[in-house]
């Protein structure tokens, strides 16, 4: 792998750590401050709103701009954000309103990282490289993110409410930096004809180019399906698992050891969704890994014990991995380069936007009929994801490599560094329209 892409992999896996640090941090200091599940959950549904509400702009951004300078600058961004809560709960103004108003600012910026990250990959590394280097940016993040994240945030929080937002602070601020040694522009040439065109313009390009594209709207509502049964089950997990009245008991460093589970899986998946494709190809791959994505959401309406549901962690984690490193992979393969960030920003619009609305209804069927029933229902949901496999079989995905490759001729762009390519970076970004 090229210099430049192990840079943007040490960047990702800090600030993966960062998003698991804050995602257990600020519902474990949201349960002292209340015990209503609906308001717990409304933390997920305020840190996942900004896909729904800023997605397609924060796309039509990031073609416009540098894609480095762009995670660089919001991770800068949500570093002062929580610098600004670590100050509030000094000062002893801790309500569940400033943490709702942090949540929904830092996803802000989110929207504007994760969209970069996403698009800076194939210009940092061949378009045959796309699977292994997908493969091991997600090792790296939801390690960090999953195995190192959650259990720093159950200590950090003991030492008191401000550490782990202190922890997450500092590690974004070195993702941040980490990006800095990383030359030449990342931002992405225009074609001709697209010079002049309006924000707004530039968003109906992407939506339309995505709906064209049955494959990816396809796997767009499958993974759209899948994020709002996770996030509804885990908008209420902590109070399900943590705390002397709760059904599992648990203390908040068991809590974050109970998420590592899902790391190891991620893990496992990482390094075996090559094998797993190899052997069963991609849409039978894509189906085990969404059954074991059901398994991860539905095994706590069955059981409180917490090494069985650990194992469908496990399982459900490596399951997750595969599924996202053949469909983000593809997505980026067949995508022109000057509309990845938006393509990118459309897709997440519908995969992720919901995501708040999952969070919300986990909170509100936990209010009207307890907790279990949420992961029971959530868990059958996921297993109808299954149904978009009739589109997405192994003959449509190849046939829509197949056409990128036909009809997309490669064009040099502005974005390759001088000096990388002696590195073995491809010396043009991907192909474009």
């Not at 401050?33 to 709103?49: E, I, M």
């Not at 993110?145 to 937002?165: I, K, R």
Request: one cysteine or more.
């Amino acid at each position: 792998m090229t210099r430049a892409y192990r840079l943007v992999w040490s960047a990702a896996a800090l600030s993966g750590l960062a998003d698991g640090v804050l995602k257990v941090a600020l519902p474990l200091v949201a349960v002292g401050v209340t015990r209503s599940p609906a308001l717990v959950a409304g933390l997920a549904f305020a840190v996942t709103l900004p896909w729904l509400l800023f997605a397609l702009p924060a796309g039509a951004f990031v073609d416009r701009v540098d894609r480095r300078r762009a995670m660089a600058g919001a991770n800068t961004l949500r570093a002062v954000l929580l610098g600004a809560l670590v100050a509030g709960l000094l000062a002893g103004v801790a309500t569940i309103w400033l943490l709702y108003l942090v949540a929904f600012c830092v996803g802000i910026a989110e929207t504007v990282h994760d969209t970069a990250a996403q698009s800076i990959v194939p210009q940092v590394v061949a378009r045959d490289r796309l699977p292994v280097a997908n493969a091991r940016l997600y090792a790296a993040e939801l390690t960090a993110n999953q195995f190192a994240g959650p259990p720093l945030a159950g200590a950090l929080v003991v030492a008191g409410a401000a550490a782990p937002f202190v922890g997450a602070t500092g590690l974004w601020l070195a993702a941040a930096a980490a990006l800095l040694p990383m030359r030449g522009s990342f931002r992405v040439a225009r074609p001709p004809d697209a010079a002049g065109a309006g924000i707004r313009a530039e968003i109906v390009e992407g939506v339309r180019w995505l709906w064209r594209q049955r494959l990816l709207r396809t796997f767009a509502a499958m993974v759209g399906v899948s994020n709002f049964a996770s996030n509804a089950a885990f908008a209420v997990l902590v109070v399900y698992a943590v705390g002397p009245g709760s059904a599992m008991g648990l203390s908040a460093p068991e809590y974050g050891w109970l998420l590592t589970a899902l790391a190891v899986g991620s893990l496992l998946g990482s390094l075996l969704s090559g094998p797993v494709v190899r052997a069963l190809g991609r849409a039978r791959g894509l189906a085990v890994a969404l059954t074991t994505a059901a398994a991860l959401v539905g095994v706590p309406a069955l059981t409180t014990n917490p090494f069985t549901i650990s194992a469908s962690f496990v399982v459900g984690g490596a399951g997750i991995v595969i599924a996202n490193v053949v469909m983000v992979s593809l997505r980026q393969s067949i995508t022109p380069d000057h509309l990845l960030g938006r393509v990118n920003s459309c897709y997440r619009l519908v995969a992720w936007g919901t995501m708040p609305l999952g969070a919300a209804t986990g909170g509100l069927l936990a209010e009207a009929f307890g907790v279990r029933p949420v992961f029971a229902i959530m868990g059958v949901l996921v297993l109808t994801t299954l149904l978009g496999l009739r589109t997405a079989t192994n003959a449509a995905m190849e046939a829509a490599e197949a056409a990128a490759d036909v009809v997309v001729p490669a064009q040099p762009t502005a974005a390759t560094p001088a000096g990388e390519d002696a590195e073995g970076r491809p010396s043009g970004a991907r192909p474009g329209t």
